[in-house]
């Protein structure tokens, strides 16, 4: 066999393998993934101003974000505000 039937014959199966994962990674199933409003909302406007105000309208959503109840969020502030103004 010559040189060149052979280098045809190597690209042809790499093209042919290329191929072929191409089609498996096609029929792999994309998945739908639902995500909250408010992680959809959080790049557009800015993430204080836009998420506290959602975040307070949803109890589970606020504690899971902050790792604590608005009643105890509020009472740190409290503790603390006198602290952070000038």
Not at 12 to 38: P, T, Y
Not at 41 to 61: M, V
Request: charge should be negative.
């Amino acid at each position: 066999m010559e040189e060149n039937e052979e280098e045809t014959i190597v690209i042809a199966c790499l093209l042919a393998e290329e191929e072929e994962e191409k089609a498996k990674n096609s029929r792999k199933r994309k998945h739908n993934i639902w995500v909250h409003d408010i992680f959809k909302k959080r790049s557009q406007h800015g993430e204080y101003h836009t998420l506290f105000p959602d975040l307070l309208n949803d109890d589970a959503k606020f504690f899971q974000y902050f790792s604590m109840t608005q009643v105890k969020f509020n009472t740190l502030v409290d503790i603390l505000k006198p602290h952070l103004l000038r």
